[in-house]
């Protein structure tokens, strides 16, 4: 394996069906919003439920991945935190929340399919489930604390998902043995979720399109470093300690906390009267400058370097 290939058979399919949206957003007037909400309120759901029913991962394995979702999500929460004393006042929060999360669903589910075929959907899929919740609830709070208005109405948005009841519909199917037949429904799940995969990225390449370059160059340097540098080094210890039984399944974890800005960052700050700008320039900076990280994080985990 050579970095080529881990760039020609990971990376750049996922860059290039973002490409296609970056240019449909700029030569269309197309909006990115109901594209992403089609992505959320239907198709991902149907992804979640048909992986979750088929997976051919254990209980605790799945119940493993998602707690990864959740302890890396604190463990670089702590480290924005720290960091984000050293940035511009105005960019502190900005860059708390893009050193906190990353683009777990509409880069790193079609990244972890490409990579790690086995394993990467439904590994991907459980991971999105953690990051889903932490950032409805840690990242509404770290976008909102120096926002006048309330948070709760905005963490109401955990329970009014479809994702979250899709994991409950898949976890109960799956303890039932519903996926274990080839049945025209499971069939058409199968259709409606993979659809979801290159209209992520679709979306994707339209936000990014979308996007507004802006704030210190420090500041959006820092969001690179803590986003696509230490995000891989503190992953590695920690699936390494929490035990996963496959190494496939943990190197899939390592690489969805290693992805670029999540561009929910945006949303956030845009609800909560945050630097838009600066979460914009982060999220486009981040999956601009990935194409190199990533892809030799691909390469390392592929030959067996770490994990």
Same mark, same amino acid.
């Not at 909400?37 to 493993?64: C, D, I, K, N, Q």
């Not at 990864?68 to 935190?81: D, K, P």
């Given at each position: 394996?050579?970095?080529?290939?881990?760039?020609?058979?990971?990376?750049?399919?996922?860059?290039?069906?973002?490409?296609?949206?970056?240019?449909? $957003?700029?030569?269309?007037?197309?909006?990115?919003?109901?594209?992403? @909400?089609?992505?959320?309120?239907?198709?991902?759901?149907?992804?979640?439920?048909?992986?979750?029913?088929?997976?051919?991962?254990?209980?605790?394995?799945?119940?493993?991945?998602?707690?990864?979702?959740?302890?890396?999500?604190?463990?670089?929460?702590?480290?924005?935190? $720290?960091?984000?004393?050293?940035?511009?006042?105005?960019?502190?929060?900005?860059?708390?929340?893009?050193? @906190?999360?990353?683009? @777990?669903?509409?880069?790193?589910?079609?990244?972890?399919?490409?990579?790690?075929?086995?394993?990467?959907?439904?590994?991907?899929?459980?991971?999105?489930?953690?990051?889903?919740?932490?950032?409805?609830?840690?990242?509404?709070?770290?976008?909102?604390?120096?926002?006048?208005?309330?948070?709760?109405?905005?963490?109401?948005?955990?329970?009014?998902?479809?994702?979250?009841?899709?994991?409950?519909? $898949?976890?109960?199917?799956?303890?039932?043995?519903?996926?274990?037949?080839?049945?025209?429904?499971?069939? @058409?799940?199968?259709?409606?979720?993979?659809?979801?995969?290159?209209?992520?990225?679709?979306?994707?390449?339209?936000?990014?399109?979308?996007?507004?370059?802006?704030?210190?160059?420090?500041?959006?340097?820092?969001?690179?470093?803590?986003?696509?540098?230490?995000?891989?080094?503190?992953?590695?210890?920690?699936?390494?300690?929490? $035990?996963?039984?496959?190494?496939?399944?943990?190197?899939?974890?390592?690489?969805?906390?290693?992805?670029?800005?999540?561009?929910?960052?945006?949303?956030?700050?845009?609800?909560?009267?945050?630097?838009?700008?600066?979460?914009?320039?982060?999220?486009?900076?981040?999956?601009?400058?990935?194409?190199?990280?990533?892809?030799?994080?691909?390469?390392?985990?592929?030959?067996?370097?770490?994990?």
């Amino acid at each position: 394996m050579s970095l080529l290939s881990a760039f020609t058979q990971a990376v750049l399919p996922v860059l290039a069906v973002a490409g296609v949206g970056y240019v449909l $957003g700029v030569l269309t007037d197309i909006e990115p919003e109901p594209l992403a @909400t089609v992505t959320v309120y239907v198709l991902v759901p149907a992804l979640v439920f048909h992986s979750l029913v088929t997976a051919s991962v254990s209980g605790a394995e799945g119940l493993r991945i998602a707690g990864a979702a959740v302890v890396l999500t604190v463990v670089m929460w702590g480290v924005s935190e $720290g960091v984000g004393f050293i940035a511009s006042d105005g960019a502190r929060n900005g860059l708390v929340l893009a050193g @906190t999360f990353p683009n @777990t669903a509409n880069y790193g589910i079609p990244l972890s399919v490409f990579a790690f075929p086995s394993v990467g959907r439904t590994t991907a899929v459980l991971y999105v489930v953690g990051s889903t919740v932490m950032m409805y609830t840690v990242g509404v709070y770290i976008a909102s604390r120096d926002a006048a208005s309330s948070s709760l109405g905005a963490m109401r948005r955990v329970a009014r998902l479809p994702l979250v009841y899709a994991v409950v519909a $898949g976890v109960g199917a799956s303890y039932v043995g519903f996926g274990t037949d080839d049945s025209a429904f499971l069939e @058409t799940l199968r259709l409606v979720g993979n659809s979801s995969i290159p209209l992520m990225l679709v979306v994707l390449g339209v936000q990014l399109a979308r996007a507004t370059p802006s704030g210190g160059v420090r500041d959006v340097a820092l969001a690179n470093v803590v986003r696509l540098v230490v995000a891989p080094l503190v992953a590695v210890p920690v699936v390494v300690a929490l $035990g996963f039984t496959d190494p496939d399944v943990a190197r899939v974890v390592v690489l969805e906390a290693s992805t670029p800005v999540a561009v929910t960052t945006v949303i956030l700050t845009v609800e909560f009267g945050g630097d838009r700008d600066y979460a914009a320039t982060a999220v486009l900076t981040t999956t601009v400058v990935s194409m190199v990280t990533v892809t030799l994080l691909v390469e390392l985990l592929r030959s067996g370097v770490v994990v």
